[in-house]
């Protein structure tokens, strides 16, 4: 896969992960986040390829970090809207995003998009999540056109 690019920002495929039905694994893909001008690393973003219930309900299709010294630039926003299309050419029409609902930079992210929340879930207590110390998760939905 090539570098995808907005003329800021450079998503650098790192790996490609093979889904591994046995573990109920999806395919996925992670990325660099790296500034266009100067390469620089800034953070990372995954896409998880595919419809289980524990992606859907609480993991997200989408994971995005952003280095503490570069947010606040809409970074993790842009890098979304440039897999929107991978996720596209995969088949898919729904993307789901969890967060935690006291990250609010995550929900804002979100809601640059144009995902919509859709509920706040508890997670389960045999979740890997829940035994992280998390409890609830808030489900956004964005539609790929």
């Known amino acids: 896969m090539n570098d995808l690019c907005d003329y800021e920002i450079?998503?650098?495929l790192q790996k490609e992960?093979?889904?591994d039905?046995?573990?109920g694994w999806l395919q996925a893909y992670h990325f660099d986040i790296l500034?266009?001008?100067?390469r620089e690393k800034i953070g990372s973003i995954d896409l998880r390829i595919g419809y289980t219930t524990p992606v859907v309900r609480y993991g997200g299709h989408l994971g995005y970090g952003?280095?503490?010294k570069h947010r606040g630039n809409r970074y993790a926003a842009k890098a979304c809207k440039l897999l929107l299309?991978?996720?596209?050419q995969h088949g898919m029409d729904i993307i789901w995003i969890t967060c935690n609902p006291d990250n609010f930079a995550s929900r804002r992210t979100c809601e640059i998009i144009g995902a919509e929340l859709v509920e706040v879930v508890d997670l389960?207590?045999?979740n890997n999540q829940y035994r992280d110390g998390e409890r609830q998760k808030c489900r956004y939905r964005i539609v790929v056109y």
């Open 124 to 126: 389960p207590p045999d």
């Open 35 to 38: 500034m266009e001008q100067n």
């Open 17 to 19: 992960v093979p889904a």
């Open 10 to 12: 450079v998503l650098h």
């Open 21 to 23: 039905v046995s573990r």
């Open 85 to 88: 299309p991978v996720a596209k």
């Open 66 to 68: 952003i280095e503490s």
